[in-house]
């Protein structure tokens, strides 16, 4: 089991990981050895998430969500597998961490009667600068 907070925890049978070749600097050695870790996690059928965390989880997740509802996190910081296994892991852990947490309510709030008249005073001096420029200059002799 991969706990993810106190109420939710996720069967290490949800997860299933593939080790593919890593990009980037390690010469030969890169050319050769699988590390890069990528993880996949079904949110759709997942049985272990409540469903406003299962829907905020599609909000946060972005680029990273198939059309299929597959949660895709590819790691490839550590030469080794097991720690890319274990970053992808934490980095799971930590975006259904975030989708957990309920967003606070928005409160409709109304601009103070200072906050107007602030706006309106601007309104006006720009309108007073622009009736100035608008007017042409005296001809002078």
Known sequence: MIRITDEI???EDEVHFEFIRASGPGGQHVNKVATAAQLSFDVRRSSS???DVRERLEQL???RMTKDGILVITAR???TQQQN???AVDRLARLIRRAAETPKPRRKTKPTAASK???LEE???RGAVKRIRSQRPDDEE
């Open 117 to 119: 008249e602030r706006r």
């Open 49 to 51: 998430l409540p469903a």
């Open 85 to 87: 296994r274990e970053d």
């Open 9 to 11: 925890a996720i069967s």
């Open 77 to 79: 910081r550590h030469r």
């Open 61 to 63: 997740a972005g680029r």
């Open 123 to 125: 309104k006006r001096l």
